[in-house]
């Protein structure tokens, strides 16, 4: 009993208030004053290390999240230059059974986008015809390629008309022997014919379009309407009557101006390719210097 009024009295010097029980017990009703102890900052080699270890990561994980970006590039490329083969097809069946012509300088009038009933004189390219089959010019358009120095893609320019979309195309047509370009023509000009698909002789292993550049100090820009095998065997013999050259402009007469036959390698060091038959399969340069995957039957 005195030790419970013992502990009575201490409580009593309390300074919070306290509820009493019957059995002498207590609970606090206020909150008791504490004292925090300081709390511990990083050291500087600790920050170090952590930053060391983020970069690590970062280093481990941007280069292959940037191959992940560049394979769906690569895949949307592949996309675009199957849509782009059907087309031609497609055309071909309108056309007798012919590949479009590369170029023809008596062309048509290519509307101004910018100017509304305006209208541009120009050459025909063999993109402009086809665009009636895919009715986008962004499907001619590779995505890894963005740059645009020329502004040639750039809304507002002046130079978006659809000539300078259709010269610029990154699909570039096999056009030394699907559709050539001969000059002796009467008129001093040059002209294109297309063959016609039967003079294919193996329509799976017969390159028609392929990834092209316009710059050969950066790929990455604006592309070519056609290319050029990077190495030609020989000259296409079965020519027009009118015809008495051929121009190819890998040729050595052009000093070497677009090596590998304006083909660009931007998917890691290859380039969509997509065959006579319509379908799509990247390359690297040691396979596309193969002459029988370029060649047709009717020019051997």
């Known amino acids: 009993m005195l030790q419970g009024k013992l502990r009575i009295k201490e409580l009593a010097n309390l300074s919070y208030p306290v509820r009493w029980t019957k059995n002498y017990s207590y609970k606090a009703t206020a909150c008791v004053s504490i004292k925090l102890r300081g709390i511990a900052a990083f ?9 060391a270890i983020i ?38 069946s309108d056309y007798d059974e012919r590949f479009p012509i590369s170029y023809d300088p008596y062309g048509i009038y290519y509307p101004l986008q910018n ?44 130079y978006d008309h659809e000539r300078n979309w259709a010269l610029c195309a990154h699909t570039g047509l096999n056009w030394v022997y699907l559709a050539p370009l001969w000059g002796g023509h009467p008129d001093g000009a040059l002209h294109s014919i297309g063959v016609q698909l039967s003079m294919v002789d193996s329509p799976t292993q017969t390159v028609m379009l392929a990834d092209s ?24 013999e079965c020519k027009p009557q009118w015809a008495t050259a051929l121009y190819v402009r890998s040729l050595p007469l052009w000093g070497g101006q677009y090596p590998n036959g304006s083909i660009a390698f931007r998917h890691f060091l290859r380039t969509t ?18 002459p029988e995957i370029w060649d047709t039957e009717d020019y051997e």
């Not at 690590?56 to 992940?68: G, K, T």
């Not at 509304?116 to 358009?141: A, D, L, N």
């Not at 038959?277 to 210097?289: A, E, N, S, Y």
Request: aromatic fraction near 14%.
């Open 213 to 236: 550049y316009y710059d050969p100090e950066d790929i990455y820009d604006i592309g070519y309407f056609v290319v050029d095998p990077p190495a030609i065997p020989h000259m296409p």
């Open 115 to 158: 100017y509304p009933g305006r209208y541009h004189q120009g050459p025909v390219f063999w993109t402009y015809p086809i665009q009636s089959y895919v009715r986008s010019w962004e499907m001619q358009r590779c995505p890894t390629a963005g740059g645009d120095k020329y502004g040639v893609w750039k809304k507002g320019s002046g």
């Open 55 to 92: 970069s690590v990561l970062a280093a481990i994980l941007f280069p292959a999240m940037m191959r992940a970006r560049e394979k769906a590039r690569a895949a949307s490329c592949a996309s675009n230059f199957k849509q782009m083969a059907s087309a031609i097809m497609l055309y071909a």
């Open 273 to 290: 390719v997509a065959f006579c038959d319509g379908h799509v399969k990247p390359l690297t340069i040691d396979q596309l210097r193969d």
């Open 43 to 51: 050291t500087l080699i600790e920050l170090l290390i952590v930053i």
